[in-house]
């Protein structure tokens, strides 16, 4: 027996003020908001994955041990371009021997780490390869 599709994928994680993560990755990271739950908030991160942010009083807010990582050509662009909207930086762009791969670190306004980076492995699947 085959293995059905997988034609799309979503994040979804949880925010202690849903109009200011809204904002955030809609205005500083220019995120598009594809779909509006109320207690959710659905944006394409590229393609066919989307990140949900949402809100539940019965949901924690679990910053700790998550990691979105977006992966980009243009390391230094967003360096810059989160520097200049005020986020939260955490380093500087650099070249990390161990994993083979150019990238920096920012957090959310809920804390989640987010990394921006560019795998310099030529065994990295290029985009829509």
Known sequence: MSVPPINQQVTFIYSA???RSR???AEVLGLEQV???GACRI???AGE???GICTDPKRAVAAEGVTLTFVTPEVDAWHERLRRQGATILSEPAKNQRFNIYNFFARDPD???LEFQRFLDPAW????A
């Open 17 to 19: 003020d849903l109009e």
């Open 23 to 25: 904002r955030f990755y």
């Open 35 to 37: 779909l509006d739950q």
């Open 43 to 45: 944006f394409r991160v």
């Open 49 to 51: 994955g989307f990140l």
């Open 111 to 113: 804390g989640v780490l």
């Open 125 to 128: 699947p290029a985009v829509g």
